[in-house]
């Protein structure tokens, strides 16, 4: 059998379609968009055809569209632009705890030049409770962002809900909708956004191209300076081949969504239901329902997911182990810590993403193959003893600094991590830590692993969080 493509959530092959618009782009006479002359005019006029129908998908006005270079710009200029821009208001934002890392590093971006920072938990599932929302809104705090969908197990958020909270409170919503466009109908009023985080990659269109929706009238700084292209918000000129494969895309995704999600959401049942018969070791991750249509993100409980993904290679199954951005890393995902998944079974995940043009066929191949995968690795592998955790002794043990300043999560949980194995029960470890999302990955993993959370103190960016070790893991 042909080579099976399944990372569909870390880019998506360029639809035909949009490459025959994209090369037509290139026997136009050469002319920049903001140049008065006919090929610039001609080249203005094409890119802005494209800003018409990237409005359309998610059914907003062409002027509140910014052209980016994709997700992760269009995310930074939403959080650090907005920031920046409304701090006189207030200096509190929100971010959940399984965003992308454009999200999490633009937030850590934002704390070290004064500005408060609460990382939201979510549930085992990956879901933000609105309430949880509602109970962290202060005075000062102008702006949260929520992703629509997770990039890494599929779950989607109650954003509708989550804005009405905002609009309620005069707080600005932002959510990346990478993962949804063309996966999900997205209408922004009903959602409550003021904005939204587009990549074209992610729905058939060309890498190079993304977008920001921002509602009319916010106050947004630009984080480039330069000249005056996209209402003075993304200094350079445009990249226009990229821009019309965006918009072409996000045409098809108009007309075809509904078509593609049925197909796909019926891969990914069958999909679901064949790899847990396969063996009760296999867990999903995410939540059941509320999920992408293409997303089966799953541990195998005993099998690392490198050596997972290098034997399905050798069968022809290209699949991933999560965020593409995070693919060389041999730690655990942050989003799956956050969801209170132990260290050694997220290190056993894999994802498989469908796309409009998987079939059947290929659904079922891929379940023999993980299921052939299983029976070998089943041979060789020992079950843990049954015996219950080890209660901690009287007293407090020792006392354990250990310092994570600098690093970005989930490294501060990799370090915590490796630093308890080698302490005596009863020990406690005093974690240092800067990153705003290191909070609740700490509490998450500290809930996960059975440990005792002793005490936890905050002074401006400094996070120190003291565990007690309650039982080997």
């Not at 804005?163 to 009023?189: F, K, M, N, W």
């Not at 250990?402 to 308890?420: H, Q």
């Not at 809930?447 to 070790?469: A, D, Y």
């Amino acid at each position: 059998m042909k080579g099976i493509y399944v990372d569909h959530a870390a880019t998506t092959p360029i639809d035909p379609r949009v490459l025959q618009a994209v090369s037509a782009v290139y026997s136009l006479p050469c002319g920049n968009p903001s140049s008065s002359h006919r090929p610039g005019m001609d080249a203005r006029e094409a890119m802005e055809k494209a800003r018409f129908h990237v409005a359309g998908l998610i059914h907003a006005a062409p002027e509140e569209i910014i052209f980016t270079s994709g997700g992760t710009e269009a995310d930074n200029l939403a959080l650090k632009g907005f920031a920046l821009a409304n701090r006189h208001r207030g200096k509190h934002i929100m971010v959940s705890a399984i965003e992308h890392h454009a999200i999490l590093h633009s937030a850590k971006r934002l704390r070290a030049l004064g500005f408060e920072v609460t990382v939201l938990p979510v549930d085992s599932a990956g879901r933000v409770d609105p309430l949880d929302v509602q109970k962290n809104l202060r005075k000062k705090t102008i702006l949260i962002s929520i992703m629509h969908a997770n990039n890494e197990v599929g779950t989607v958020q109650e954003i509708e809900e989550i804005g009405r909270l905002t609009r309620e409170a005069g707080v600005a919503l932002h959510t990346d909708a990478v993962q949804t466009a063309g996966s999900i109908p997205i209408d922004v009023d009903r959602l409550g956004v003021d904005m939204l985080s587009l990549s074209a990659h992610k729905f058939y269109g060309p890498p190079g191209a993304g977008a920001l929706y921002i509602r009319k009238g916010l106050k947004v700084l630009p984080i480039l300076d330069g000249g005056a292209q996209e209402h003075g918000l993304r200094a350079g000129t445009e990249n226009l081949p990229a821009i019309v494969g965006m918009g072409a895309a996000a045409q098809l995704a108009q007309a075809e969504t509904a078509a593609r999600t049925e197909h796909i959401r019926g891969l990914r049942d069958l999909f679901i239901k064949t790899i847990l018969a396969l063996d009760k070791g296999v867990t999903l991750n995410g939540h059941p329902r509320a999920r992408l249509a293409g997303n089966v993100n799953i541990c195998l409980g005993s099998t690392g997911n490198k050596e997972s993904l290098e034997t399905l290679s050798a069968s022809g199954i290209h699949a991933s182990a999560g965020s593409a951005c995070n693919s060389h890393a041999l730690k655990p995902s942050h989003v799956l810590t956050a969801m209170g998944i132990p260290r050694e079974k997220a290190l056993t995940a894999l994802r498989f993403t469908f796309g409009k043009d998987n079939s059947r066929e290929e659904v079922e191949y891929i379940g023999r193959e993980l299921g052939r995968l299983l029976r070998v690795r089943a041979r060789r592998h020992q079950h843990p003893s049954a015996a219950g955790p080890a209660k901690p002794p009287p007293g407090t043990g020792k006392i354990i600094d250990l310092d994570v300043r600098g690093l970005y999560c989930p490294l501060p949980i990799l370090k915590t991590s490796e630093t308890f194995s080698s302490l005596r029960i009863g020990d406690v470890l005093r974690v240092v830590a800067d990153d705003p999302a290191a909070e609740a990955d700490l509490q998450n993993w500290t809930r996960s692993t059975g440990q005792e959370g002793v005490g936890l103190l905050r002074n401006g960016t400094k996070i120190c969080f003291s565990i007690r070790k309650c039982k080997d893991f």
